[in-house]
């Protein structure tokens, strides 16, 4: 669908219609029923955090599928739209949809992927189509609020353990106590959510418990050995919102440049909200004197078979909490292991640069990750997001914040900017990682005739030269 999207209109190529297609329900009287379809389909894809391009793709391919062939979508961050043309001289039919609401669902996205293929496989007529979205739109989520909350916790711990890389008597405290204050902070969240405050404030109080807790425990003195750098650390994995970077970068690289945007703003108001949150608490916490020495806490790669189990369980608390389907969880779990143990490898054995390191591990992922799909006729987030929790840079973000709370404003910035640069490569890595898995993928039947065999046609995505 992705090759048929990239082709111009004229250029598409028009498959032999089945017997299926001869029936009255791909008639013209039934032209709005399939584009409010393509719609609605869109709209749950965009909600799940699909890339643009994806959500093109997948409308695209449904209303090809019903024998509507001159269509072109357009989606932008809170509006797609989709437009067909039955011929030159007609007039075009155009209907769009708001996108009001999001959410982090991918048992559900995983259900409108194999909708979407039934469709395109001829296998669903639009009125099964029609039943079966609705069926989608009112399942209910796979898990519970409560275990959420409890995913929440043993993210922030397994972080405390990936960022900190010992074991001593003191480690499981340190986790105990990340645990504690990000289920605080998950619970306080969504209290303020259920009155209505936006995502921005939600953020700022998610933040203060974990930043609170390692304050309390800088002040109880360097000698009850509770790291407190530890656990800030720890509770800013469990917000960091990577999904919506990877798909703002996404959707920039493959020219969706509105949407990405908007997408990428978005990312950045909540990224200033956890900034906010965690600098408030650090400035009153160094005022009063909290000693917080990152420098004696945070070490890189001390225990390597340890750190490798944490970012295995830290992946499967974000796939979780991203309400993945159970039957992913073993394989995103292995992904997030073999995307850290590269970035393990690189840094610690070869000497790469982190940043560099960042970006080959997250091409790693991306590429089994879309693989695995491929291989499950499904999406690649639910392969691919969670997996890239452990290379998130919550430590460079934590001295970053550390740095400007006690003055030093240079340091803060140079951390920062360093967090940046990380999250980039982590965002262009994993784009990067799916569009070299898609050059050893077959191209469907009927599309690049013109081309090679086993040739992709190249992607006319912006004007070229």
């Not at 990152?294 to 309400?323: D, G, I, N, R």
Request: glycine share 12%.
């Amino acid at each position: 669908m992705r090759t048929l999207l990239r082709t111009p209109m004229s250029e598409r190529p028009a498959f032999e219609r089945t017997e299926r297609e001869g029936r009255p329900e791909t008639g013209s009287r039934n032209v709005p029923r399939i584009l409010d379809l393509a719609l609605r389909i869109g709209e749950l894809l965009l909600a799940s955090g699909e890339s643009a391009e994806d959500v093109e793709a997948a409308m695209l391919g449904v209303t090809h599928a019903y024998g509507l062939d001159r269509c072109e979508p357009q989606v932008t961050f809170i509006m797609i739209s989709i437009s067909y043309q039955p011929s030159l001289v007609d007039a075009p039919v155009t209907a769009d949809r708001t996108v009001r609401r999001r959410a982090s669902d991918y048992t559900r996205l995983a259900a409108v992927y194999r909708l979407v293929a039934d469709i395109t496989a001829e296998r669903a007529g639009v009125n099964d189509a029609y039943r079966r979205l609705a069926e989608i739109r009112r399942n209910r989520h796979p898990y519970p609020g409560w275990l959420l909350s409890l995913c929440a916790g043993l993210l922030a711990g397994a972080a405390c353990f990936l960022v900190g890389g010992q074991l001593d008597a003191k480690a499981w405290l340190v986790f105990a106590t990340a645990f504690i204050a990000a289920v605080l902070g998950d619970r306080l969240a969504w209290l303020v959510a259920g009155r209505g405050l936006p995502e921005f404030y939600q953020f700022v109080l998610a933040a203060m418990p974990a930043a609170g807790t390692g304050v309390i425990l800088a002040l109880a003195g360097p000698g009850v050995g509770l790291r407190g750098s530890v656990v800030i650390t720890g509770g800013l994995f469990a917000l960091l919102p990577g999904r919506a970077l990877v798909s703002a970068v996404q959707d920039g690289l493959t020219g969706f440049y509105i949407t990405a945007a908007a997408r990428l703003l978005e990312v950045l108001y909540l990224v200033a909200g956890i900034i906010v949150g965690v600098l408030l608490v650090l400035y009153v916490g160094v005022r009063f004197g909290a000693q917080l020495r990152p420098e004696q806490s945070l070490l890189q790669h001390s225990y390597p078979a340890l750190q490798l189990a944490a970012a295995m369980l830290l992946t499967l608390a974000f796939a979780v909490m991203l309400q993945s389907h159970r039957r992913t969880l073993l394989l995103v779990t292995l992904n997030g292991g073999i995307g850290w143990a590269v970035y393990g490898a690189l840094t610690v054995d070869i000497g790469v640069s982190p940043v560099i390191a960042t970006g080959i591990a997250a091409g790693i992922v991306g590429l089994f990750g879309q693989l695995a799909s491929r291989y499950r006729y499904a999406s690649a987030l639910p392969y691919v997001t969670a997996a890239l929790g452990p290379l998130l840079p919550g430590s460079a973000i934590y001295l970053g914040m550390l740095s400007v709370a006690q003055g030093h404003a240079d340091g803060g910035l140079v951390a920062v900017s360093r967090a940046a640069a990380l999250a980039l490569a982590l965002a262009v890595g994993v784009n990067l990682g799916g569009e070299v898995a898609r050059l050893f993928m077959r191209l469907p039947v009927g599309v690049g005739a013109g081309t090679a065999a086993g040739q992709r046609p190249a992607a006319k995505r912006t004007r070229g030269f």
